[in-house]
């Protein structure tokens, strides 16, 4: 269990791995710089915002969204890839003296979500489109127009550094983090399939997600599983159709399937040690019969998994199939289940996790850098770190001094981030590349 003396040996951990004095020394000598340039770029980055928010795009669509990001890349002199996994974008800054590569990601997908304005911004989305067959607003309700931006001002930053940079940045633009279409590949893993951590090989990948929750000034982050893996899941009962008031002629598959439910509810609690890691699992829909007075001849359900680390994630499978078959052929029915993996656990390399606590310290202040407890939603950043090593943070987008529980939630139409926030993740990034190039995980 991590608990705030975990800094304490993180730090110590650093150490011993290898950030010496001298490697912060050399990376002291920019930090100075990388703070003055980040300050001259906030408004850029807070006008990228604005315009990516009030012209949003989904998933594998982010059409005018790559459009503005390659201009600027090349307008920097950076060589730009475009078209990466359908539509995201990589620009790569090679410094003046050679060194490892690092990867920095944002992504850039909004949502089916219509938004209410509830701050009243003059640049709101509006914008309107079809999703699966239904007219529904776009919006970024998750925070992707900052990352982008912040993205964006990290690379001119580090542009105007070229000359002392000992190595090689990958700036990777993301498409659809937040899922692709039925059927297709995308997002973080398509990026993977298509070599986007190759030609030059990345060394490490840093990466960053803003938080409504968490007050501006604040970076938190977790080794280890910090956000959960997401697996799909459906069970199919097959019972055998009878008249509903002679339902002994028939096998019900409602009623066998409402003890699956439950029983599923039994697999973290009774099932799976949760001291290990948090665990979840959901039944999120159920649907079967047509008429009050028939016993359908099947039902089905779907559902989400969720868990911190790959051992429990495997168990919780194993269980839930277990679960629902042994229960259905007690009932004389039938139980088919099927488990899609869709998205990895978020998993912090714990040694580059100590490495890079001095550089995020130095850049937000000791007492500003905290320890999180895991999330159980989920991110395909980890695609990206089962290939390198690698390591996820969150950025704090709540005014000072608003209470948490009241921010409006990522995903809902109140979404709503501060902007004073971004200067610190444009600061963050940066200084996370520079220091990781200076002193590379020995």
Same mark, same amino acid.
Not at 61 to 75: F, Q
Not at 168 to 179: D, H, N, R, S
Not at 396 to 419: L, R, V
């Given at each position: 269990?991590?608990?705030? #003396?975990?800094?304490?040996?993180?730090?110590?951990?650093?150490?011993?791995?290898?950030?010496?004095?001298?490697?912060?020394?050399?990376?002291?000598?920019?930090?100075?710089?990388?703070?003055?340039?980040?300050?001259?770029?906030?408004?850029?980055?807070?006008?990228?915002?604005?315009?990516?928010?009030?012209?949003?795009?989904?998933?594998?669509?982010?059409?005018?969204?790559?459009?503005?990001?390659?201009?600027?890349?090349?307008?920097?002199?950076?060589?730009?890839?475009?078209?990466?996994?359908?539509?995201?974008?990589?620009?790569?800054?090679?410094?003046?003296?050679?060194?490892?590569?690092?990867?920095?990601?944002?992504?850039?997908?909004? +949502?089916?979500?219509?938004?209410?304005?509830?701050?009243?911004?003059?640049?709101?989305?509006?914008?309107?489109?079809?999703?699966?067959?239904?007219?529904?607003?776009?919006?970024?309700?998750?925070?992707?127009?900052?990352?982008?931006?912040? +993205?964006?001002?990290?690379?001119?930053?580090?542009?105007?550094?070229? #000359?002392?940079? #000992? &190595?090689?940045?990958?700036?990777?633009?993301?498409?659809?983090?937040?899922?692709?279409?039925?059927?297709?590949? /995308?997002?973080?893993?398509?990026?993977?399939?298509?070599?986007?951590?190759?030609?030059?090989?990345?060394?490490?990948?840093?990466?960053?997600?803003?938080?409504?929750?968490?007050?501006?000034?604040?970076?938190?982050?977790?080794?280890?599983?910090?956000?959960?893996?997401? %697996?799909?899941?459906?069970?199919?009962?097959?019972?055998?159709?009878?008249?509903? &008031?002679? $339902?002994?002629?028939?096998?019900?598959?409602?009623?066998?399937?409402?003890?699956?439910?439950?029983?599923?509810?039994?697999?973290?609690?009774?099932?799976?040690?949760?001291?290990?890691?948090?665990?979840?699992?959901?039944?999120?829909?159920?649907? /079967?019969?047509?008429?009050?007075?028939?016993?359908?001849?099947?039902?089905?359900?779907?559902?989400?998994?969720?868990? +911190?680390?790959?051992?429990?994630?495997?168990?919780?499978?194993?269980?839930?199939?277990?679960?629902?078959?042994?229960?259905?052929?007690?009932?004389?029915?039938?139980?088919?289940?099927?488990?899609?993996?869709?998205?990895?656990?978020?998993?912090?390399?714990?040694?580059?996790?100590?490495?890079?606590?001095?550089?995020?310290?130095?850049?937000?202040?000791?007492?500003?850098?905290?320890?999180?407890?895991?999330?159980?939603?989920?991110?395909?950043?980890?695609?990206?770190?089962?290939?390198?090593?690698?390591?996820?943070?969150?950025? /704090?987008?709540?005014?000072? /001094?608003?209470?948490?529980?009241?921010? $409006?939630?990522?995903?809902?139409?109140?979404?709503?981030? %501060?902007?004073?926030?971004?200067?610190?993740?444009?600061?963050?990034?940066?200084?996370?590349?520079? %220091?990781? +190039?200076?002193?590379?995980? #020995?």
């Amino acid at each position: 269990m991590y608990t705030p #003396k975990t800094a304490s040996f993180l730090l110590l951990l650093a150490t011993v791995l290898g950030f010496s004095s001298s490697g912060r020394a050399q990376s002291g000598e920019l930090h100075a710089q990388i703070d003055q340039l980040a300050g001259k770029v906030e408004p850029k980055v807070i006008q990228w915002r604005r315009d990516l928010h009030q012209n949003p795009e989904l998933g594998n669509y982010e059409v005018k969204t790559a459009a503005k990001i390659t201009k600027h890349l090349k307008a920097l002199g950076l060589e730009v890839q475009t078209g990466v996994a359908r539509t995201g974008v990589v620009g790569i800054l090679k410094g003046g003296q050679p060194g490892p590569v690092v990867a920095l990601r944002a992504d850039m997908d909004a +949502l089916p979500v219509t938004e209410n304005n509830t701050h009243n911004l003059p640049f709101a989305s509006t914008v309107k489109t079809t999703f699966e067959g239904q007219q529904v607003g776009v919006m970024h309700a998750c925070g992707h127009d900052a990352h982008v931006a912040m +993205l964006m001002g990290v690379a001119e930053v580090l542009s105007s550094m070229k #000359k002392d940079l #000992k &190595g090689t940045v990958k700036f990777i633009f993301q498409p659809a983090e937040e899922g692709s279409a039925p059927g297709q590949v /995308g997002g973080a893993k398509l990026m993977v399939q298509e070599g986007v951590l190759e030609n030059p090989r990345v060394d490490a990948i840093f990466g960053l997600h803003i938080r409504s929750d968490v007050e501006v000034g604040t970076i938190t982050y977790r080794p280890q599983g910090m956000m959960a893996s997401s %697996d799909n899941f459906k069970i199919t009962v097959k019972g055998q159709q009878a008249h509903g &008031g002679t $339902p002994w002629l028939g096998v019900d598959p409602v009623v066998t399937s409402a003890y699956i439910v439950t029983a599923l509810q039994t697999i973290v609690s009774r099932q799976v040690d949760v001291t290990n890691a948090a665990a979840i699992v959901t039944v999120g829909a159920i649907n /079967g019969g047509v008429r009050a007075n028939i016993v359908p001849s099947q039902v089905e359900m779907i559902g989400t998994i969720r868990a +911190l680390d790959v051992p429990m994630q495997r168990q919780i499978h194993e269980r839930l199939k277990q679960t629902a078959t042994s229960i259905a052929t007690g009932a004389g029915a039938t139980a088919e289940v099927s488990i899609q993996e869709m998205t990895p656990v978020t998993y912090n390399h714990e040694a580059l996790t100590a490495h890079m606590l001095p550089s995020l310290q130095r850049t937000a202040g000791q007492n500003q850098v905290k320890l999180t407890k895991p999330v159980t939603i989920a991110e395909d950043y980890a695609y990206f770190q089962q290939k390198v090593p690698g390591l996820y943070l969150f950025l /704090g987008g709540m005014p000072k /001094g608003a209470d948490p529980a009241k921010a $409006p939630s990522h995903h809902t139409p109140d979404f709503y981030i %501060d902007e004073s926030g971004l200067k610190l993740g444009v600061r963050a990034l940066a200084n996370l590349a520079v %220091d990781y +190039l200076n002193n590379p995980l #020995k």
